[in-house]
T-cell receptor, first 111, second 114 residues
Framework: AQSVSQHNHHVILSEAASLELGCNYSYGGTVNLFWYVQYPGQHLQLLLKYFSGDPLVKGIKGFEAEFLKSKFSFNLRKPSVQWSDTAEYFCAGAAGNMLTFGGGTRLMVKP | DTAVSQTPKYLVTQMGNDKSIKCEQNLGHDTMYWYKQDSKKFLKIMFSYNNKELIINETVPNRFSPKSPDKAHLNLHINSLELGDSAVYFC?????????????FGPGTRLLVL
């Protein structure tokens, strides 16, 4: 069965700290991977996605993620977070027509 | 211009009632989805339609019935509402069906069943 897991449920950082949010997937074949962000009270927005090619993917707002097939991981990174990055972050994997989300990581950035 | 819109934004109702949530996308996409986000923020696919045809129907009580009058609209009707139906329901759309497609989400409908 397809599954996506995010190990960090809550992360608290100070501004300018570096961020890495973990995401692991379990899929039998080809998988496409996404990171979505949900700012407080808003809808989900795409940060970045991977479906082939360079395993290091750059997204919006300075985020990047690296697809590591050997570790079944697609971790999200940002070198220096800002207060405005406070949000819920969702990793998702897609196979066929189904998008399966991880449980989300709530990031709070302290000013 | 709102790409994916949902109405209503908030819905408070009594147990046992029947209610509908509407979704419209003006992106010209072929595929639309309904997701349920529970109180722990866990997001799960419920249904997906491609060009008015149902292509995903996850394990959802048959009190939930989606309807797609045309490819720009996907409505969700819920009969005999229960307390456990309280959640945020998100509509989404993608240009085509397929795993590489980016899904664009609506603002969500916050349903509270009393």
């Amino acid at each position: 069965a397809q599954s996506v897991s995010q190990h960090n449920h809550h992360v608290i950082l100070s501004e300018a700290a570096s961020l890495e949010l973990g995401c692991n997937y379990s899929y039998g074949g080809t998988v496409n991977l996404f990171w979505y962000v949900q700012y407080p009270g808003q809808h989900l927005q795409l940060l970045l996605k991977y479906f082939s090619g360079d395993p290091l993917v750059k997204g919006i707002k300075g985020f990047e993620a690296e697809f590591l097939k050997s570790k079944f991981s697609f971790n999200l990174r940002k070198p220096s977070v800002q207060w405005s990055d406070t949000a819920e972050y969702f990793c998702a994997g897609a196979a066929g027509n189904m998008l399966t989300f991880g449980g989300g990581t709530r990031l709070m950035v302290k000013p | 211009d709102t790409a994916v819109s949902q109405t209503p934004k908030y819905l408070v109702t009594q147990m046992g009632n029947d209610k509908s949530i509407k979704c419209e996308q003006n992106l010209g996409h072929d595929t639309m989805y309904w997701y349920k986000q529970d109180s722990k923020k866990f997001l799960k696919i419920m249904f997906s339609y491609n060009n008015k045809e149902l292509i995903i129907n996850e394990t959802v009580p048959n009190r939930f019935s989606p309807k797609s009058p045309d490819k720009a609209h996907l409505n969700l009707h819920i009969n005999s509402l229960e307390l456990g139906d309280s959640a945020v329901y998100f509509c989404a759309s993608s240009l085509l069906r397929g795993s590489a497609e980016t899904q664009y989400f609506g603002p969500g409908t916050r349903l509270l069943v009393l």
